[in-house]
Nanobody, 123 residues
Framework: QVQLVESGGGLVQAGGSLRLSCANS????????MGWFRQAPGEEREFVAS?????????YYADSVKGRFTISRDNARNMVYLQMNSLQPADTAVYYC???????????????WGQGTQVTVSS
């Protein structure tokens, strides 16, 4: 069973920085994509950033975080990170790690989620 475990959330003032980490227990060679989503109170979960787990490591970002957030990976440790700079109160949310992992026959991918970590940005 794949488990994703996030860490690094907390309380920070506007303009500050936080770094989120996500440990993936799934097999690296079958992990297609890893990313971060967030959900604010009363809102739907939204995409934040993602990175291809293998190969070129292409990254994708939501427009709202481009230039402020950076996603990166460490395949040796099977980890993904989200460096968040210039944080704003609108970034306050529970942040979830996500992984898309191929099944053993590489015929389909399944999505897995972490338990979430709270990020609160005060004004």
């Amino acid at each position: 069973q794949v488990q994703l475990v996030e860490s690094g959330g907390g309380l920070v003032q506007a303009g500050g920085s936080l770094r989120l980490s996500c440990a993936n227990s799934g097999p690296t060679f079958r992990t297609y994509l890893m990313g971060w989503f967030r959900q604010a109170p009363g809102e739907e979960r939204e995409f934040v950033a993602s990175i291809r787990a293998l190969g070129d490591g292409k990254t994708y970002y939501a427009d709202s975080v481009k230039g402020r957030f950076t996603i990166s990976r460490d395949n040796a440790r099977n980890m993904v990170y989200l460096q968040m700079n210039s944080l704003q109160p609108a970034d306050t949310a529970v942040y979830y790690c996500n992984a898309e992992i191929w099944d053993s026959t590489f015929s389909s991918r399944h999505a897995y989620w972490g338990q979430g970590t709270q990020v609160t940005v005060s004004s």
